[in-house]
T-cell receptor, first 112, second 114 residues
Framework: AQSVTQLDSQVPVFEEAPVELRCNYS??????LFWYVQYPNQGLQLLLK??????LVKGINGFEAEFNKSQTSFHLRKPSVHISDTAEYFC??????????FGTGTKLQVIP | DAGVIQSPRHEVTEMGQEVTLRCKPI?????LFWYRQTMMRGLELLIY????????DSGMPEDRFSAKMPNASFSTLKIQPSEPRDSAVYFC????????????FGDGTRLSIL
């Protein structure tokens, strides 16, 4: 079985400040990891993914995430957020089975 | 490139009515997923298909829900009879091969059952 934990349901941060959204997972097999973003009234869009290789993954909109196997984490970071980054962010894991498990989401609110 | 297309975008209907949600996956994708999103329960996987065959429908809430994928380019999610607690945003997503490919989501259908 696999699971994803996003401990923070909401993260307020001031504009131009850095942000980290936390994601921890559990799986008995090797995994693929994803971060998605959801803007209001839209579907989820892929931000970045980790399949293998370098543990630091860069995505769109200046986001990056680091895969840490020993800590079973895949935290999302951005050095300087913008108002337009206000959205809900979902971490997801996929093991050897076809099903993807999504976290419960973290709402990022950027304060001007 | 056309993404995943869902219709309708919004549906408002009275309880007891049949509701049909439609999805056109991205051409060439062989896996299709139906999700439901609510404030209370977040994003829930209802069912997914691989090569038009239902693989896991354990997330389908009850017999009032059914899903079909008659061909590689079309899927439906039907609720009959509908109830107010079915009100949610329903998303369809598709994915191609090989392993590790992400899912691509449609914009969703916002369903309100009165």
């Amino acid at each position: 079985a696999q699971s994803v934990t996003q401990l923070d349901s909401q993260v307020p941060v001031f504009e131009e400040a850095p942000v980290e959204l936390r994601c921890n997972y559990s799986s008995s097999v090797s995994v693929y990891l994803f971060w998605y973003v959801q803007y209001p009234n839209q579907g989820l869009q892929l931000l970045l993914k980790y399949l293998s290789g370098s543990t630091l993954v860069k995505g769109i909109n200046g986001f990056e995430a680091e895969f840490n196997k020993s800590q079973t984490s895949f935290h999302l970071r951005k050095p300087s957020v913008h108002i337009s980054d206000t959205a809900e962010y979902f971490c997801a894991v996929r093991g050897s089975y076809q099903k993807v498990t999504f976290g419960t989401g973290t709402k990022l609110q950027v304060i001007p | 490139d056309a993404g995943v297309i869902q219709s309708p975008r919004h549906e408002v209907t009275e309880m007891g009515q049949e509701v049909t949600l439609r999805c056109k996956p991205i051409s060439g994708h062989n896996s299709l997923f139906w999700y439901r999103q609510t404030m209370m329960r977040g994003l829930e996987l209802l069912i997914y298909f691989n090569n038009n065959v239902p693989i896991d429908d354990s997330g389908m809430p009850e017999d009032r829900f059914s899903a079909k994928m008659p061909n590689a380019s079309f899927s439906t999610l039907k609720i009959q009879p509908s109830e107010p607690r079915d009100s949610a945003v329903y998303f369809c997503a598709s994915r191609g091969t090989p392993l590790g490919q992400p899912q691509h989501f449609g914009d969703g259908t916002r369903l309100s059952i009165l």
